[in-house]
């Protein structure tokens, strides 16, 4: 009887054994992955790795440059030597994780005869033109044609001519015709391209101010940092719109042809400008639009004046009235024309020095531009009102371009010494001007598609918990790419497929950045995790564990036993 | 000698003009932002945080009338204590007793109402994560020249927020929103203002560069309302923003008030709780920071100095074939309501149910699996 008991208690005890362990066994090996499971959050993967090796950005950007020795520049010994290419690098490092390289391969060569008719020419403008008619070089590189000292084609203080195109006239000096070598003719020119260079192409304070975004620079020159707050900031679009302020209808019926004059004066520099961003442009007429701002009666001029510490407070009055096109979110240039009205007329702008403005305008920064146009001159005072005013569109798109270069970062800065710059031509923007900002541009894209890419993956190693989606993957790993080409084609030189591919990078970058479903809200502090697990899984665990306890030390017993047994 | 003075005096006079010249291209420079932005968020609802709604529109009508345009505020208010049920006064939002200054106005925009004033939102709105479909109002379209005031008020905790009685923002998700825009450089400076209980602690865990913050009162200690209004039957407003808006009302968009001023507002005296503030992370001495810089929006101008000569006429626009009349687009609107489904009365397809018998059928199997254990004879206990 005590033995069948005693089985049976083992038996029952063999069982209860069993299944704790079993219980135990399918909550480790069952329950913990499928706890693990339900709960992970799906990410995507994301190219990590490549993404660290961007984020140390070493940029090579290339510039060719051709040299053309016209006729009486090199004697027939240097002549035979000519036909050479020299590749010049300068390394600039910026900072620790941006390291910067230009490299400029300058081929020499002499003139071809019909370079020579070309520069035979009168003046400097015909020659350019007809150089221009000749071949026509590629964006991003230039030719520099040096001309004797004899030369007439440039005035008597200035040695270079900085056309309209993609070419520049050099003045060679006087005494290094006769008895030099090659070597040191090519030493002689070195500093005079390198300025041609950094005035057409590149130089150092454009592309460290472009690469603001990535390193925060200490200030330098109050011009560099007045520039670098003026211009806008790489957008794939702006929204252009031209405002027609009449505060007096009673008095001027006010007719600007705007269509034509957009038509004529501002489409060509936009279609010009196609590769770098998209334009989108409108109108509008605003009647009974006051400035916000009091101009004061000057008997002396008997006009009436806005000194420049008030034209600060014009702006924001008028700003709340213009309205914006509700469906993008890119960045608007607004262009105002105020016809001020009949009794406070003529108005006119004085600079901080009490001079007045010849062109009356003022524009600010980041916003846009507003010109005062008098129409006072176009009838008599005893003239029925309301007159019919005919708006000279011509002058007013002058100024208004002028000012929209400006605002675009198409800089004008002041040229050095002994340079004569051609004026812009009729597009309003020269061909070397256009390549400037595709390079400035460029770098501007890849350094903030870097950035963004960097901090996005930063941001999403940090926050555990951010779902990442197949098509925030999708769009890294083209970011990625685009960035890769675009830093290739910068270091090969060709500036138009770098600034596409920069382009597509950081619409791909911001894109995913700014994805709606990467909102961390899922903030949860450990005490709340503890919080919310303990209810639910430690009562099921405690008697499972105890279980175990149970097991461990009834088989450590029996050992002992059996220990003892033994003895 | 005669000569001499007044050679020197001639130049001291030149040199303290050319200084001045200076010092106002120093102010061009000193500041760095181009625009300025705001976001003023009102988060309690019901009508007895009509002070929390007084309190944003007043900031918001000083803003505006410094010069932020509609467009570059973000207002959200979490609840409509203007037409509101019980206000006695609709279409109003008073905040001095007596109800002398109305800041409901007539020019008020919000741009996000009632239950769209989310913690979601404000983090969608402050990071720039809005779906495609957003319009520009509800957007930050803020760059790394703008200014930044972010204004909120409500009720809060030691480190934490609360949104529309339902929810809370705490200080880390609210710093790391400020990271995530200073990573995209999304502001130049940002100026951080809470009116709400142990507002102090929701800036403790801020670490992005450029931020500076002031709050209305300690961790610990509550903030105050301030002067209950006996017809309204409500609190107007609290005290830190009702210094604060006397305060601004005296700003014009030439001050020079700086932000050593702002500090000072609303002392122990008047507030009952401690304001505090925050500027270890300014790079710039808040003795240089205007409250034009945050408050208001003056435009930095520079005169335009070239202009380009265009000397081609203007070419008529081409005209179009008399036969080719242009065609008209019919636009027609879209149903607004579903009138057709309304007046049918078709039945709407419901949620699947399972078939009413099937719970009887459970039950009984239920009950006769239980009699079949215990035996029958408990039947009589139930019947």
């Known amino acids: 009887m005590l033995i069948k008991a005693s089985l049976l208690i083992q038996s029952k005890r063999r069982r209860g054994q069993l299944a704790a362990l079993s219980i135990a066994a399918v909550v480790i090996m069952v329950g913990v992955p499928l706890w693990w499971r339900t709960t992970e959050t799906y990410r995507a993967w994301l190219p990590v790795s490549q993404i660290n090796e961007l984020a140390n950005m070493q940029l090579q950007l290339s510039a060719d440059v051709e040299v053309v020795f016209a006729r009486g520049t090199v004697t027939p010994e240097q002549q035979k030597k000519v036909p050479l290419t020299q590749t010049q690098d300068e390394e600039h490092t910026v900072d620790e994780n941006t390291a910067l390289r230009y490299r400029y391969e300058i081929r020499y060569r002499t003139a071809t005869i019909m370079e020579e008719d070309a520069l035979d020419q009168p003046t400097a403008a015909e020659a350019d033109l007809s150089l221009h008619t000749l071949s026509e070089s590629p964006c991003g590189s230039l030719v520099v044609y040096v001309i004797p000292e004899s030369s007439s084609l440039l005035p008597e203080d200035m040695d270079v001519y900085i056309g309209q195109r993609r070419t520049a006239l050099l003045r060679i000096g006087a005494q290094m015709r006769v008895g030099r070598t090659v070597e040191q003719l090519l030493a002689h020119l070195e500093p005079r391209i390198k300025q041609v260079l950094q005035v057409m192409s590149f130089s150092h304070t454009d592309i460290t101010a472009a690469l603001s975004d990535r390193v925060r620079l200490s200030p330098g020159n109050k011009e560099s940092i007045a520039d670098s707050m003026r211009a806008f900031k790489s957008s794939p679009g702006y929204e252009i719109t031209f405002s027609l302020l009449n505060p007096d209808p009673k008095s001027h019926r006010l007719h600007w042809d705007i269509e034509g004059a957009v ?110 146009y008098n129409v006072n001159g176009f009838y008599r005072p005893e003239a029925v009102l309301p007159v019919d005013i005919n708006i000279n569109m011509a002058k007013v798109m002058g100024v208004f371009l002028a000012q929209l270069r400006l605002l675009l970062g198409v800089q004008s800065s002041t040229a050095p010494p002994g340079f004569l710059m051609a004026p812009c031509g009729s597009t309003g923007l020269a061909d070397w001007e256009l390549d400037r900002l595709m390079w400035s541009r460029s770098v501007e894209n890849v350094a903030t598609a870097t950035t963004t890419i960097t901090s996005l993956a930063q941001l999403l190693d940090q926050i555990g918990n951010i779902v990442i989606n197949d098509n925030i993957a999708e769009q890294v790993s083209s970011a990625v790419t685009s960035l890769q080409l675009a830093v290739a084609e910068l270091e090969a030189g060709n500036l138009g497929f770098a600034l596409q591919y920069s382009k597509e990078a950081i619409m791909a970058s911001e894109r995913a950045f700014f994805d709606p479903s990467l909102l961390h809200l899922l903030y949860f502090p450990d005490d709340q995790k503890f919080a919310i697990y303990i209810p639910l899984f430690l009562p099921m665990c405690v008697p499972i564990l105890l279980s175990l306890l149970k097991i461990v030390s009834e088989a450590r017993q029996k050992r002992r036993e059996k220990q003892a047994k033994k003895d | 000698m005669k000569i001499l003075t007044f050679f020197s005096l001639f130049s001291t006079f030149l040199s303290a003009n050319s200084i001045n010249v200076e010092e106002n291209a120093g102010q061009f420079f000193s500041s760095g932002h181009t625009n300025n932005w705001a976001v003023l968020v009102c988060t309690s609802r019901f009508w007895f945080n009509y002070r929390h709604v007084a309190n944003t529109l007043s900031v918001y009508r000083s803003v505006k009338r410094l010069g932020i345009p509609d467009s570059h505020i973000v207002l959200m208010l979490a609840d409509d204590m203007a037409c509101n049920h019980r206000n006695p006064k609709p279409a109003t939002v008073f905040s001095h007793k007596n109800m002398e200054l109305n800041v409901y106005g007539d020019d008020v925009e919000v741009d996000y109402r009632g239950y769209e004033v989310t913690v979601e939102n404000f983090l969608r709105v402050l990071t720039g994560r809005l779906p495609p479909s957003t319009p520009r109002s509800k957007r930050l379209l803020s760059d790394d020249r703008s200014n930044i005031l972010i204004y909120l008020t409500g009720h809060g905790g030691n480190g934490f927020l609360k949104f529309q009685d339902s929810e809370e923002i705490s200080n880390v998700e609210l710093a790391d929103a400020f990271e995530q825009m200073w990573q995209k450089r999304r502001y130049n400076e940002l100026l951080f203002i809470i009116d709400t209980c142990q507002g102090a602690s929701m800036y403790e865990r801020f670490y992005s560069p450029n931020l500076m913050a002031l709050a209305s009162s300690q961790v610990g200690e509550d903030s105050l309302s301030h002067q209950p209004d006996l017809a309204i039957g409500v609190h107007l407003m609290d005290r830190y923003t009702f210094y604060l808006l006397e305060f601004l009302e005296d700003i014009h968009p030439a001050s020079k008030a700086n932000m050593k001023d702002l500090f000072k507002v609303c002392p122990k005296s008047q507030c009952v709780s401690t304001p505090g503030h925050r500027t270890d992370l300014f790079l710039r001495d808040p003795g240089s920071a205007l409250i034009t810089d945050f408050f208001g929006s003056v435009r930095k101008v520079e005169i335009t100095m070239e202009t380009i000569n265009l000397t081609d006429l203007i070419k008529e626009a081409e005209q179009n074939p008399m036969n080719e009349k242009p065609q008209k687009v019919t636009y027609s609107y879209v149903d607004q309501l579903p009138v057709s489904e309304i007046i049918h009365q078709k039945p709407k397809q419901k949620d699947w149910h399972p078939p009413d018998g099937f719970i009887l059928g459970l039950w009984t199997l239920i009950l006769l699996v239980f009699f079949k254990t215990y035996g029958i004879k408990h039947l009589k206990h139930i019947f």
């Open chain 1, 263 to 372: 038509q004529t004066y501002i489409q060509p520099l936009l279609t010009k400008l196609a590769p770098v961003a998209n334009f989108s442009l409108d109108s509008q007429t605003l009647y009974y639009a006051m400035l916000g701002v009091n101009p004061r009666f000057d008997s002396s001029s008997s006009a009436y004046t806005l000194n420049s510490d008030s034209l600060a407070h014009v702006i924001n009055p008028v700003e709340a009235r213009l309205g914006s096109n509700a469906a993008s979110s890119n960045p608007v240039l607004n262009f105002l024309l105020y016809v001020p009205d009949a009794h406070h007329s003529p108005l006119y702008i004085h600079d901080n020095k009490k001079q007045e403005v010849p062109s009356n305008a003022f524009h600010s920064p980041r916003w846009g531009g507003i010109m005062v």
